[in-house]
């Protein structure tokens, strides 16, 4: 009798396919200096944004909530700031740029990053664009209205 593996054909269609499609949807960012700072799984301009400061929220941990993203980030840990909130203090602990030492995002709790249930993207600190000026920037004085 042949071996039969059980492979569980779970014919959900909304199962995710773990290698090849994935790994094509990686998205790269960087920093404005032009130093590569972060791969994820999905679009940052697909996720959720804080109410405070729009920060970019991107899942580290999973939860019942939802899944944790896949990225990793290039940056080096700064000094925690304390802010203040409506309600309270929030301490935030910053990582910053290798290069050019801006700050990229932060999290609630001390490095390594993804210690904390979420990590936070500073709105406006990330490109996609590597030493380019973005497509359509130039296009303003030539309106095409062809195909
Ligand atoms: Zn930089």
């Known amino acids: ?13 909304t199962d995710v396919q773990p290698t090849a499609s994935s790994a094509a949807d990686l998205r790269v960012y960087y920093c404005i200096c032009g130093e590569f700072i ?9 996720l959720p ?3 405070t400061d729009n ?5 580290t941990q999973d939860s019942d909530a939802g899944n944790a993203r896949v990225f990793k980030l290039n940056a080096v840990a700064g000094e925690p700031i304390l802010l203040e ?12 740029c290798p290069r050019c030492s801006l700050p990229i995002g932060y999290q609630s ?3 390594p990053v ?9 709105a406006g600190a990330l490109t996609q664009h590597q030493g380019q000026i973005p497509p359509g920037a ?10």
Not at 3 to 10: C, D, E, N
Not at 55 to 59: E, K, L, Q, S, T
């Open 1 to 13: 009798m042949p071996k039969v593996v059980s492979r569980s054909a779970v014919s959900s269609s």
């Open 38 to 46: 972060l791969v994820i799984d999905k679009s940052l301009a697909t």
């Open 49 to 51: 944004r804080r109410k």
């Open 55 to 59: 920060a970019i929220i991107m899942r």
């Open 85 to 96: 909130r409506q309600g309270g203090h929030e301490c935030q602990y910053r990582f910053h």
């Open 109 to 111: 709790s001390p490095p």
């Open 114 to 122: 993804k210690s904390a249930p979420f990590f936070y993207i500073l």
């Open 138 to 147: 130039l296009d303003e004085e030539l309106p095409k209205t062809s195909g």
